[in-house]
């Protein structure tokens, strides 16, 4: 444990501090007010020290002097720092001329090259767009935090690139934005093949597909109520009647929808006809990969797709739609959204079940989360587990998703606010509207405070995930005993 740490004596800039075994030069640096600049450097995440601008000057206690990286390197008994000498600086300025030559529209590195008195680098520019630093703070949260592994380096050398795999659409990427948000230098590599929702984001998918009035925690709605469809299927089969009716009325000819497989797993498939639509009823509380058949249908000539999803699949799909309608304008997809505040891996789940309430998950007729109970059906018979007992077999991106009631869907669906049998049904757009057009369903009222409690339950644990990656801006502070470098040295 910590406390059990010995405790070593070093100095930072002449000033004697003890420190405890194992903490980094950065971190002891930051203790007395210290500034170190830093590009690649989180403290919620593992250390890389790759961008080196944080290197300072140390003197062992052999006497060897040499530059370090201050993120990654443990002070030790007897350490002498120096994090501002000229040895120091001099390499400082180096790294962030080549930065700037890498990257040299980045107001970021601008910024920095400036602090030094770097106005324009002397080295060879070869890509004036280019706005990555290979730093790796977006595959670090996307791996240790978020825990999706959508993006990683790929290549190595002057080829080296962050990328998903293949250079293809990511089916992992749940689009919670952590990747943009830690980027020092808002990289649109962040956003080749991913899809990260940050506010302007959501503001323009808003104004691009939906219409009525706004709400910060339900989103853009023109109506909701409690429904009640002619189908079986989850709560008052809202969803399957929605694509029956949308397939019916030619809003689409392929719809994207969720169909189990081998036991409770599933799997993303298309439908084409309205059996098959109803083949594919009920909830599954998985998140499956579906986003690349969108892609494939498109390329197979289809115009007028549906798809069926959770939050984080609905924000790939509008990114998706965003971006393929330049190249095909007449491109219309209708998108059912589910309310969803946690998805679950199979095998965990599977464990747990078994685990908690002596149940078979592959044996399950129906599942269903009401009023915060995982509920299993077999034969007529229910078994629950509170969902909160649930939580080691949650998907781990989870934790960094704010939309609980699907705010970007034309139409969203879900159990929570209305009666038991019934569907909450919140309509968001024109489309929406259309979808519901001679329907034949049972309507009642929705309890939006319900609906509006678990949004805003979700938004905060989202908040409370991003508030680790996160921080305050930190200013470099250059001493005034060190002149500036002269433009293009």
Known sequence: MESNLKEITLKIDDQEVKAKEGATILDVAKGLGIKIPTLCYLKALSTFGSCRVCSVEIVDKRGRSRLVTSCNYPVEEGLVVYTKSEKTIKNRKTLLELLLARCPKVPKIQEMALEYGIQKSSFWTEDEDEDCILCGLCTRV??????????????????????????????????????????????????????????????????????????????????????????????????????????????????????????????????????????????????????????????????????????????????????????????????????????????????????????????????????????????????????????????HGCDFCDDFPNKFADVSVGSVGSPDGFSTVIVRSDVGTKLLENLQVAKGEVNKEEVTKLAVLKKNRARKSFAKIVQPEVQVQVPATVPPAKSGC
């Open 142 to 395: 996307c791996d240790e935090l978020v825990g999706v592994h959508a993006i990683n380096f790929a290549r190595r050398g002057v080829e080296r690139e962050v990328t998903t795999p293949y250079h293809e659409l990511s089916n992992d990427c749940i689009g919670c934005g952590a990747c943009a948000t830690v980027c020092p230098t808002k990289s649109k590599k962040t956003r080749i093949n991913t899809y990260p929702v940050l506010e302007e984001d959501a503001k323009q998918i808003n104004e691009q597909f939906l219409t009525g009035t706004f709400d910060e925690n339900i989103g853009v709605y023109k109506d909701i109520f409690a429904g009640k469809s002619t189908y079986d299927g989850q709560d008052g089969g809202m969803a399957t009647a929605l694509l029956v009716s949308g397939m019916q009325k030619g809003m689409f000819d392929s719809a994207i929808v969720v169909l189990r497989t081998n036991g409770y797993q599933a799997e993303a498939v298309v439908a084409e006809n309205v059996e098959d639509i109803i083949k594919a009823k009920g909830t599954k509380y998985l998140r499956v990969k579906m986003l690349y058949l969108v892609d494939d249908l498109i390329a197979k000539g289809k115009r007028k797709i549906a798809v069926v999803g959770t939050p984080c699949e609905v924000r790939a799909i509008r990114k998706i739609q965003q971006a393929r309608l330049d190249a095909y304008p007449d491109l219309k997809i209708t998108v059912i959204g589910l309310f969803c505040f946690e998805a679950f891996d199979y095998e965990k789940l599977k464990e747990a079940t078994k685990r908690l309430m002596n149940v078979d998950l592959d044996a399950v007729d129906k599942t269903q989360i009401h009023k915060g109970k995982f509920i299993a059906t077999i034969k007529g018979t229910d078994y629950s587990v509170a969902v909160r007992d649930l939580g080691a077999a949650q998907e």
